[in-house]
């Protein structure tokens, strides 16, 4: 069984930064490893990002494996989640936002010399996204910054390069159904019902794979919540958490309600505005070496989404784990494992030592 954080794991601290020019507050956990490279140092630094709906605490049981290759490890709760600030304007929820804020996470904890200047690609080592959320952002920040990075991985959620075209989000559901949940999620219902503790339990419980009576399914990609039974209480337990895990969860998001995680769901045309200088300056493919771990059982992502990675990144390696949409969760070993064979070919010029 693979090893993983609690809620109060002593290998992880606690970390907030207000980012520079702006009010916004960032709350990451930090884990230094205890093997290091020949010269006492981290071996890199791995950014890992949380989709939707989830928290830092999301990548519990990757930051071991992680720290165990030597990695220092960053793992913010984005805007909107947990401990972050949840702003009120969308504009703080795009995609180039959101990197621009990592940018500067990564420059308090590596040091701005580190990340920025010519080489930086030696201080921060993997940006790693989950989820349809976490994983766009992971995506764009290669593409914005591929200075920054030697690789790039995703759990489920595929690249796709910027669109030249603006379609609504009705316009992508016609086309693919399985993101009709999204119509759902952008709107005002689940906000509006979904509140105080027990609605965030109860929201939360089906997210995560719980049914309700009778074994009912009470969420799926195409029709989304079942959201008069779900705020009813006509719902079980979580197969994927425990109830501390599922308790530390409600917490982190009875702080703020689900206003800043559905913001997500708001900022296409943000998106793709900001997107369009990419497209100017031609950069619109991933660069750097790519992993695409696939999640066969994923209705929101299903594999069949990544076969035109091939044709939009220089460097990828696939992979493909039998799990729903929480992979990280579910088949925690096997993508571990693919985690890390994927690591081997790019640490494999940075010998590392035990610390004292």
């Known amino acids: 069984m693979a090893d993983k954080l609690t809620p109060t794991d002593s290998r992880v601290q606690h970390r907030t930064l207000t980012i520079p020019n702006t009010t916004r507050t960032y709350h990451y956990l930090l884990a230094e490893p205890t093997t290091t490279t ?20 999301g990548w519990r049981y990757q930051v071991p494996l992680l720290l165990a290759r030597g990695l220092r490890v960053v793992v913010p709760d984005l805007p909107g989640y947990g401990r972050t600030d949840a702003p009120r304007e969308l504009a703080a929820y795009s ?65 796709t390069a910027p669109n030249k075209v603006y379609y609504s989000k009705e316009q992508v559901v016609a086309r693919l159904p399985n993101f009709r949940y999204q119509l759902q999620l952008a709107g005002p219902e689940v906000e509006e019902k979904v509140v105080g503790r ?52 409600v917490d982190e998001y009875a702080r703020n309600g689900l206003r800043g995680p559905l913001n997500w769901y708001r900022t296409d045309k943000i998106n793709y505005d900001e997107e369009r200088k990419l497209i100017a300056e031609k950069k619109t493919r991933i660069t750097v070496p790519a992993l ?18 091939d044709q939009l990144c220089d460097d990828l390696v696939k992979k493909e784990v039998n799990a729903g949409h929480w992979a990280l969760w579910e088949t925690p070993a096997e993508t571990n494992q693919h985690i890390s064979e994927f690591l081997d070919g790019i640490l494999k010029d940075k010998p590392v030592k035990a610390s004292i």
């Open 38 to 57: 020949t010269t006492g140092r981290p071996v890199a630094t791995a950014l890992l990002i949380h989709g939707f709906p989830d928290l830092s605490f």
């Open 198 to 249: 027990a609605g965030i339990r109860n929201f939360l419980a089906v997210m995560y794979g719980a049914r309700g009576k009778g074994g009912v399914e009470m969420y799926d990609s195409v029709n989304g919540l079942k959201l008069d039974r779900m705020v009813a209480g006509e719902v079980g337990e979580s197969p994927l958490l425990s109830k501390d895990e599922m308790d530390f969860y």
């Open 95 to 159: 995609h180039k936002s959101v990197v621009d804020d990592l940018v500067a996470v990564l420059e308090a904890v590596v040091g701005g010399r580190g990340v920025r200047a010519e080489g930086g690609k030696r201080a921060l080592m993997a940006d790693v996204g989950h989820g349809d959320r976490g994983g766009a952002v992971a995506w764009r920040f290669a593409l914005w910054y591929p200075q920054l990075l030697r690789c790039v991985f995703s759990v489920c959620t595929p690249f």
């Open 292 to 309: 695409m771990i696939m999640a066969s059982r994923d209705l929101a992502l299903p594999p069949a989404m990544a076969a035109g990675m």
